[in-house]
T-cell receptor, first 114, second 114 residues
Framework: AQTVTQSQPEMSVQEAETVTLSCTYD???????LFWYKQPPSRQMILVIR??????QNATENRFSVNFQKAAKSFSLKISDSQLGDAAMYFC???????????FGKGTRLSVIA | EAGVAQSPRYKIIEKRQSVAFWCNPI?????LYWYQQILGQGPKLLIQ????????DSQLPKDRFSAERLKGVDSTLKIQPAKLEDSAVYLC????????????FGPGTRLTVT
């Protein structure tokens, strides 16, 4: 069964500093996508960043980047120059079957300290 | 474009009662998902529709949960009869047809079963 493990239930970071959220996963798919979603206190989930597994280059979206280690099945999220608006729950997700339904980890609650 | 709409936002019922949730996906999105998010956990897929057909309902407790997507647009998720452990946020998401595409989430319905 596909599993996603986020080993850090809570993290905190000083404003303007960098923080890394970790995620490991297991999937039987040979080609797949990985996702980080953000869920602010209002609870509407939004996509932060997406990685295609067959691409060796790590995905980057402005202040957000990933460290994707396919052999280790590791997919960490780095947030640079943290802002107060980054405070939220962050969920790592990998595909279940057929590369479309997602399996989510339990999430990491990120606090940003001013 | 308008986002994914869900109603109601909050619902409180007693155990053994029935409840229904409604979702209107983003226009043009062929795929619709219902997730259950229990407090402190990541979302868990209940059912996935592609147009008006069911793609994956393997994690749907079919003895009490049912869902439909008539005409391939709006969807309704029903619970009958509800149990205490059904207390959760029910999230609806939609995406275009294809692999690795972003899922757009609605604000969710928070269900409390007393």
């Amino acid at each position: 069964a596909q599993t996603v493990t986020q080993s850090q239930p809570e993290m905190s970071v000083q404003e303007a500093e960098t923080v890394t959220l970790s995620c490991t996963y297991d999937t039987s798919e040979s080609d797949y996508y990985l996702f980080w979603y953000k869920q602010p206190p209002s609870r509407q989930m939004i996509l932060v960043i997406r990685q295609e597994a067959y691409k060796q280059q790590n995905a980057t979206e402005n202040r957000f980047s990933v460290n994707f280690q396919k052999a280790a099945k590791s997919f960490s999220l780095k947030i640079s120059d943290s802002q107060l608006g980054d405070a939220a729950m962050y969920f790592c997700a990998c595909p279940r079957i057929g590369n479309t339904p997602l399996v989510f980890g339990k999430g990491t609650r990120l606090s940003v300290i001013a | 474009e308008a986002g994914v709409a869900q109603s109601p936002r909050y619902k409180i019922i007693e155990k053994r009662q029935s409840v229904a949730f409604w979702c209107n996906p983003i226009s043009g999105h062929a795929t619709l998902y219902w997730y259950q998010q229990i407090l402190g956990q990541g979302p868990k897929l209940l059912i996935q529709f592609q147009n008006n057909g069911v793609v994956d309902d393997s994690q749907l407790p079919k003895d009490r949960f049912s869902a439909e997507r008539l005409k391939g647009v709006d969807s309704t998720l029903k619970i009958q009869p509800a149990k205490l452990e059904d207390s959760a946020v029910y999230l609806c998401a939609s995406s275009r047809l294809g692999q690795g595409l972003e899922q757009y989430f609605g604000p969710g319905t928070r269900l409390t079963v007393t």
